[in-house]
């Protein structure tokens, strides 16, 4: 019989305070603008990396959950400090991490824990947990109470299981948006299992859209942009679109009619779905990414006729953010940004209101500290 001292279990006894006066941006209310707030980080415990936030992407989601907009399926509670697109450097580890060290690139994306469980969790699609996945930002945190706060601060401390490695060689403001943008477009395009040789639609050509035609296009797929913006035409081609689609033009949407294999709709504000599924080959897909906050009216002719499927779509779970920043890694893919400084982001939310995005804002957060 061995005598050795069991080791302890660390508990919330062990761990050192937290760290108060956290540097953050945020809102305090549904109508108000994003000021500087200060927030408290949970001391990394052993598990935990700590990291210092280089670029923080700014996605449509975050104006919806930062507006409250999304209050029937996921309200919003205040102070609000959004972001979800994070690249950072490793500040601390704590003593059981394994794959990051201090000095380490890493980033996070839209997930921070999950049960580790249930099915779902076991397949890596964390996303789709049974208990609930906690998000990065307005999620119940398990730690210090309250809510989960974003990447729109100068730090973050996350289970090593939530982060992620950002292969060498990509610009780092242009891989940030990957932990959102590119894993939500990338994940339904696996999903549904787009190739070479087919026609792929994609839906509105902002910070989401942008991705998945670099991406479609990656997989050797014919692709049209559907855009409502004119102005982006040219840039819809030089990102990988081999056609464009301008939406408002009905007789421009009907030559395409019966033709997709697969759409993927980015649209952040309500819109017209049936039209899209008009566009649908028989046994064609359309796939929801965008989150208007209101229900859009669906034609059962429209889906009946060809035996059509309209689907959703959430993210993507850890292990598939990984193969798809991987993905990015080889083949040089990362999104086309605006850099801006932290006192821009309101600046940014109006923009993206008006469309006028190209393709996604990063924000440059040394800037919170100027
Ligand atoms: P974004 O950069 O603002 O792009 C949205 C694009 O939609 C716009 O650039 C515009 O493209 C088009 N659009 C806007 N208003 C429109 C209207 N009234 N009618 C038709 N098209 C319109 O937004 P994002 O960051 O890509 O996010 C897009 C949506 O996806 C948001 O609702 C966001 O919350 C959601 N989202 C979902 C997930 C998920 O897991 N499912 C993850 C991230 C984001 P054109 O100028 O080309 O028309
Ligand atoms: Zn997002
Ligand atoms: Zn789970």
Redesign the pocket.
């Known amino acids: 019989m061995s005598d050795a001292i069991p080791p302890t279990l660390p508990t919330e006894l062990d761990r050192p305070a937290p760290t108060a006066g956290v540097r953050a941006y945020g809102a305090t209310s549904a109508s108000a603008p994003l000021g500087p707030l200060t927030i408290s980080r949970r001391a990394p415990g052993p598990r935990d990396v700590q990291l210092d936030v280089l670029f923080c992407g700014v996605?449509?989601?975050d104006l919806?959950q930062v507006r409250d907009e999304w209050h029937a399926f996921m309200p919003t509670v205040y102070p609000c400090v959004p972001g979800h697109e994070i690249v950072g450097r490793v500040v601390a580890v704590g003593r059981d991490v394994r794959t990051f060290k201090e000095g380490d690139l890493a980033a996070v994306g839209c997930l921070v824990e999950s049960c580790r469980s249930c099915a779902a969790c076991h397949e890596g699609e964390e996303q789709y947990c049974a208990a609930g996945a906690t998000f990065t930002y307005n999620s119940p945190d398990s730690h210090l109470g309250g809510v989960t706060y974003g990447g729109y601060a100068e730090s973050l401390v996350v289970d090593e299981a939530c982060v992620l490695r950002v292969p060498g060689g990509l610009d780092l403001a242009g891989a940030a948006p990957l932990l959102?943008?590119g894993i939500?477009t990338y994940s339904p395009l696996r999903h549904w299992g787009v190739r070479a040789g087919q026609k792929v639609g994609v839906v509105?050509?902002?910070?989401?859209?942008h991705m998945a035609v670099k991406l479609a296009n990656a997989f050797g797929a014919r692709v049209v942009v559907f855009?409502?913006?004119p102005g982006?035409v040219e840039d819809a081609v030089r990102l990988g679109a081999h056609e464009v689609v301008i939406?408002r033009d009905a007789a421009e949407m009907q030559k395409h009619g019966g033709s997709f294999d697969f759409i993927l709709d980015?649209?952040?504000?309500?819109?017209e779905l049936n039209p899209y599924l008009d566009l649908l080959k028989r046994h064609g897909t359309l796939t929801m990414?965008?989150?208007?906050e209101t229900p859009l009216p669906v034609s059962a002719f429209g889906l009946i006729f060809g035996r059509k499927r309209l689907s959703?779509?959430?993210?993507g779970g850890i292990p598939e953010t990984q193969e798809m920043l991987d993905f990015c890694g080889e083949h040089g893919i990362t999104a086309d940004v605006e850099r801006i400084p932290i006192t821009k982001i309101n600046e940014a939310y109006e923009r993206?209101l008006k469309?006028d995005?190209k393709?996604?804002f990063v924000i440059d957060m040394a800037t919170l500290k100027t």
Not at 266 to 271: D, G, K, N, Q
Not at 289 to 292: R, S, T
Request: charged share 5%.
């Open positions: 996605c449509h989601s919806h959102c943008a939500t509105g050509l902002g910070g989401l859209g855009t409502t913006s982006k939406s980015t649209v952040s504000a309500v819109h990414v965008g989150a208007p959703g779509s959430l993210i993206l469309s995005v393709y996604r």
